[in-house]
């Protein structure tokens, strides 16, 4: 498995965008069958991304997805720095998820 860990800091005046941003990729990574977890966390100006696809097939095919390119570029003035983002083979892990949590 692929995990993929992103941070996104948001200029103030635009995270509420960025956020409704986010939320649509989501919706985008459901009909996605290699995703596994698509979570969207958030401290301060800080958005946190954490995604989780079966394979690099599913990730590289989820990041090559036209609405992930326009979403990073729309990103580009809304951010404070560029994104920050690391993936990494998942080693070792319990997986339990509460199905419907969705926000």
Known sequence: ???LHAELRVRPPHQDEVLTSLRALLTLAE???GNLIYAIHREEETFFLYEL?????A???H????AVVLALERF???LLEPPRVR???????????????RR
């Open 1 to 3: 498995m692929i995990a």
């Open 59 to 61: 990730c590289d095919a």
């Open 76 to 78: 580009a003035p809304l």
């Open 31 to 33: 009909s996605e069958p």
């Open 53 to 57: 696809y079966r394979d690099q097939q």
């Open 87 to 101: 993936i990494t083979r998942l080693l070792a892990a319990r997986l339990a998820v509460e199905p419907g949590v």
């Open 63 to 66: 990041l090559g997805s036209q």
